[in-house]
């Protein structure tokens, strides 16, 4: 360690007392992998199967109707905590989606539009085969409506099953997976959109429209006050909530409002905090007399991390850790014994849903990206070969979360159509990633 470095104070957990250094760091560093929120979230899955399918699934029903609404004067807003975690919390997981997706086309790999092109173009297909595929399975009736289910992938999950699988997957094909993803996402968004409307009016859009552009006005004008964005970002989701569109796209539109510049130049703070620390001492008399130049370099310093930077490491450990778990413990309990398993496994729905999951998604997407690279639009990483892809076509079959919340919004009406997607959305997930994680150990990197 520098000598400059050796008087930091470091805080309990980082200290080298027994529980820090034994329970607290280790639990830390796992926290920071990227497997730990697909570990998290698959424990809840367990939970909420094992709950909904225990001498207690009453009380699991129960709980998720728990009236919760929010009366201000003549206005209310919800009805259940059912509905204050699939369109309440969700948008703070919508918002770094959308947060993701800026990222990506501004610093990732989507800036570089020759590298995204075989991925974006791969998660194009990965979305009209398998839904092409639903179609032609389920025929006609109200089961047509879930045609977006099979669609989506969950980054989580997914990534979780490749990074299972490091040792027999190459580098490259990581950012390839995670662009599909953010693609995919895109994809999904859209279709949550255009295609399941809640029923409203044009007036309250039109508001929520006026009130973002009110948040463009205002990063014009160099507001920077975090609270008064919170305030109007409410305000977007609520229009949102009643013109009829779900209010998790409100979450997406404010993620891709954020900037992603920095309001301080980098170097400019460095100076600064030279300046201050040569102007101050270890111990003044009276003690904090400097204090106000240190606040304003803690300012300083937050202000040289771009909102964005700044947006996403606050809410990414919420999200990952609390809101998605917290939405599968929700929606993921649903009875595996009896008629409905049955059901899943052998009516239209849910063959439907499992063979878009299973077989469309690896099909659309290993036949886009072969075509992509074939005109010469795309091309694949040096390290990266085609059974690779097959196999990450597989992986990204697993759908968990955003196939549930798509069967939410595509059977608000039928309990029974909705438990059938829901057993073939885990089936399914299940299948893709298990394939996906046996394919990716057979793949051979391309000789070069």
């Keep these: 360690m520098p000598p400059e470095l050796e008087d930091i104070r470091p805080p309990w957990s980082r200290s080298d007392r027994t529980v820090p250094r034994v329970v607290v760091r280790p639990l830390q560093e796992f926290l920071q992998t990227s497997t730990a929120a697909a570990f998290v979230l698959f424990g809840a899955i367990v939970v909420a199967l094992a709950w909904a399918n225990s001498p207690w699934r009453e009380s699991y029903v129960s709980l998720w109707h728990t009236a919760l609404a929010v009366r201000v004067g003549s206005v209310t807003i919800g009805s259940d905590l059912h509905f204050w975690i699939n369109d309440g919390l969700m948008t703070l997981f919508f918002l770094v989606v959308g947060i993701e997706i800026k990222r990506e086309f501004t610093i990732g790999e989507l800036r570089d539009r020759r590298a995204a092109a075989l991925p974006a173009i791969a998660a194009v297909g990965g979305m009209l085969v398998p839904a092409l595929l639903f179609l032609a399975v389920v025929g006609s009736g109200d089961a047509r409506k879930g045609w977006g289910i099979p669609m989506a992938t969950d980054i989580a999950l997914a990534l979780g099953a490749l990074l299972l699988a490091a040792r027999h997957a190459p580098a490259g094909l990581k950012p390839l997976l995670l662009t599909l993803a953010i693609v995919d996402d895109i994809g999904a968004i859209l279709v949550i959109a255009i295609f399941y409307p809640q029923g409203g009016n044009a007036t309250e859009l039109l508001g929520a429209v006026a009130l973002l552009g009110v948040i463009v006005l205002l990063q014009r004008l160099h507001v920077r006050a975090t609270v008064v ?5 409410i305000g977007v989701w609520y229009l949102t909530y009643r013109a009829g569109v779900h209010p998790t796209i409100a979450g997406v539109a404010l993620g891709l409002l954020t900037p992603s510049v920095p309001f301080q130049r980098p170097a400019a703070v460095s100076a600064e905090a030279r300046r201050t620390a040569e102007e101050t001492v270890d111990d003044p008399t009276p003690p904090d007399v400097d204090a106000g130049s240190w606040l304003r370099l803690a300012w300083l310093s937050r202000e040289a991390v771009s909102p964005l930077a700044r947006t996403e490491h606050a809410l990414l450990p919420w999200t990952s850790f609390v809101v998605v778990p917290l939405f599968a413990l929700a929606n993921a309990g649903v009875t595996l014994a009896g008629e409905t398993l049955r059901r899943s496994m052998t009516e239209r729905l849910g063959l439907a849903i499992v063979l878009g999951l299973v077989v469309g998604k690896p099909l659309g997407i290993g036949v886009a990206a072969r075509l992509s690279a074939a005109t010469g639009v795309g ?20 759908g968990f979360t955003i196939a549930l919340f798509i069967a939410e919004l595509a059977f608000p009406e039928s309990p029974e159509l909705l438990a059938q997607a829901k057993v073939s959305i885990l089936v399914g997930s299940v299948l893709a990633g298990v394939i996906g994680h046996v394919i990716l150990r057979a793949a051979r990197r391309p000789a070069r």
């Design 229 to 233: 964005y919170v305030a109007i970002g």
């Design 379 to 398: 091309r694949l990483p040096r390290d990266v070969g085609w059974g690779h892809i097959v196999g990450m076509g597989a992986t990204a079959g697993i």
